[in-house]
């Protein structure tokens, strides 16, 4: 099979006539060639968003009214829930998620654009007290043309997030995604055309990211950057933003806690300790990769850890498991050797989950691995992993667990586990991070909080209200009328 761009509501061949080799995780064969975008291809993306937009917010796409914007990204959810299972089964196969994980990723993009959809025309400025004779207002506009680097690990999810908020707030859209994950965002762009979107509104661009993202966050027409992944990829985006004055959005992933005191309710929290690093095989920005583990309960939560850790599965996406495999040969590599290292360093491993007897050998699949006793400074306890990796770290005070909470480069999210409402505020005034969440991990997901980080996990905000006041510049306008 071989892709094109999506530009202008059509497809594109690449300019060079390039293909790029996209694999499937799950048996390390080749599944997509993809348009290896450059700069020419680019270039022609971000022309079809100007255009779309118009050089005075008169085009096609720039001159329609909120409420028309809304309507077309209320078609666009009501698209994507008659094609769930369609992009569902392309996520899976093309990151390796299990094929449960990516039903629940489709049904949530659904959720973003009908949210954004119903928050276009409800988004507005505000008139403001000034001195006698003069009225002033403020007013939300759209930066122009967005650029949207999306990573491999929840494509569908993320340009929900971003793209969803962007075309809200009238803007025009060029997406790079994942060389490893391009197909779904691609089948999205032209169910967008589809719906009525207007030529340029929403344009795909594939390719490395080396190539054809450096070249988009360079280019001199995008007017506002919305990047997730790596914290060093993220500081060459910010890099390349800054040259031109251009803001930057980055979501980077990071190290989250989940603080478990002795006064948890654990059955509550057992699943969820779990299931926030085994969901996408730990490749998640907010995974719980770190829990810290209250003295007095530190063996009877290592022991319900252990059992639990041991019963994880992970296999073929269409069996539906606990994981499916890993997103590349790089990431395996990478999620291996960090697990050889803690151990060469003396760190105990507690347990290890199961690969499927049904998984190929040239597929990417990691065992879940539970660390115990890890020390706080160590690598594993540092550093993202972005694997089925927990490490269990013991403390026995709440101004320790903050310590060691707050201890590491990254600030995206924490868990609290507490059933003493004093210490669950307390303690969440004193994270250092996006978004914490008391008895529970992730509120499942919810569009509706902001979300994004501090430190090395970024800058900015998505989802929520507070996305489209990112993807929105504020004017003021002053009358003096006397
Ligand atoms: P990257 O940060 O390199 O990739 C993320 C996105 O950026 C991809 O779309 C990639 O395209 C693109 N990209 C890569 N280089 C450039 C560039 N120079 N300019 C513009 N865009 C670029 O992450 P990796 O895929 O290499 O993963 C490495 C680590 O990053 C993971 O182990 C994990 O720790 C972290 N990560 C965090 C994510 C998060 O959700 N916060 C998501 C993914 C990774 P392409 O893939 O085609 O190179």
């Keep these: 099979m071989r892709k094109d761009h999506y530009i202008a509501n059509a497809w594109v061949a690449p300019s060079t006539g390039q293909y790029l080799d996209s694999f499937d995780p799950s ?10 975008g450059n700069a020419t291809d680019v270039d022609r993306a971000v022309q079809a968003a100007k255009q779309a ?26 698209a994507v829930t008659e094609h769930a299972e369609e992009l569902a089964q392309l996520e899976a196969a093309d990151c390796g998620k299990s094929l449960k994980t990516a039903r629940v990723d489709a049904t949530a993009l659904a959720r973003y654009f009908e949210y954004y959809a119903g928050a276009a025309d409800k988004l507005h400025g ?135 005191f002795d006064d948890a309710d654990l059955e509550a929290a057992l699943p969820v300790l779990v299931n926030a690093i085994a969901q996408n095989a730990g490749q998640t920005c907010s995974a719980g990769s770190r829990a810290l583990v209250q003295r007095g309960i530190y063996e009877r939560v290592l022991a319900l850890l252990v059992s639990r850790f041991e019963a994880l599965q992970s296999g073929p996406p269409a069996l539906q498991l606990d994981m499916g495999p890993l997103v590349n040969r790089k990431q395996f590599e990478q999620v291996r050797a960090m697990v050889e290292q803690a151990k060469a360093q003396g760190i105990v491993e507690a347990a290890r989950g199961r ?28 550093k993202e992993i972005f694997g089925p990796v927990l490490a269990v770290i013991p403390f026995d005070t709440e101004e320790q667990a ?20 004093a210490r669950q505020m307390r303690v969440a005034r004193k994270m250092r991070c996006g978004q914490v969440f008391i008895n529970n991990y992730g509120a499942g997901g919810g569009v509706e909080l902001p979300f994004g980080g501090v430190k090395a996990s970024g800058h900015g905000r998505e989802k929520g209200f507070e996305a489209l006041y990112g993807f929105t510049v504020l004017k003021t306008i002053a009358i003096q009328h006397g």
């Design 402 to 421: 903050v310590r060691i909470a707050n201890g590491t480069d990254f600030g995206l999210v924490a868990g609290i586990w507490s059933r003493d409402g």
């Design 27 to 36: 048996n390390g064969q080749v599944l997509v060639q993809l348009a290896q």
């Design 126 to 260: 505000e008139t403001l007290p000034f001195n006698a004779g003069y009225t002033v207002l403020t007013l939300r506009e759209p930066h122009g043309v967005t650029a949207h680097i999306v990573p491999w690990n929840y494509p569908m999810q993320i340009f929900g997030r971003t793209v969803g908020a962007a075309l809200a707030a009238g803007n025009a859209c060029v997406v790079k995604p994942a060389e490893d994950a391009s197909l779904s965002l691609l089948r999205l762009a032209e169910l967008a055309a589809e719906v009525g979107f207007p030529a340029g509104a929403l344009n795909v661009v594939t390719g490395y990211g080396r190539e054809a993202g450096n070249d988009l966050t360079a280019h001199p027409g995008i007017d506002h950057i919305s990047f997730t992944g790596s914290t060093q990829t993220g500081r060459l985006v910010a890099h390349a933003a800054a040259e031109r004055h251009c803001p930057v959005t980055l979501e980077l992933g990071g190290k989250s806690p989940q603080i478990v």
């Design 355 to 382: 690969v499927h007897p049904d998984a190929s050998a040239q597929g990417f699949y990691q065992e879940a691995v539970l660390f115990r006793d890890v020390p706080p400074e160590s690598d594993i306890a540092q």
């Design 53 to 78: 937009l118009g050089e005075t917010f008169d085009g096609p796409w720039g001159r329609l009214s909120a409420v028309e914007r809304s309507r077309l990204l209320f078609k666009l959810a009501a």
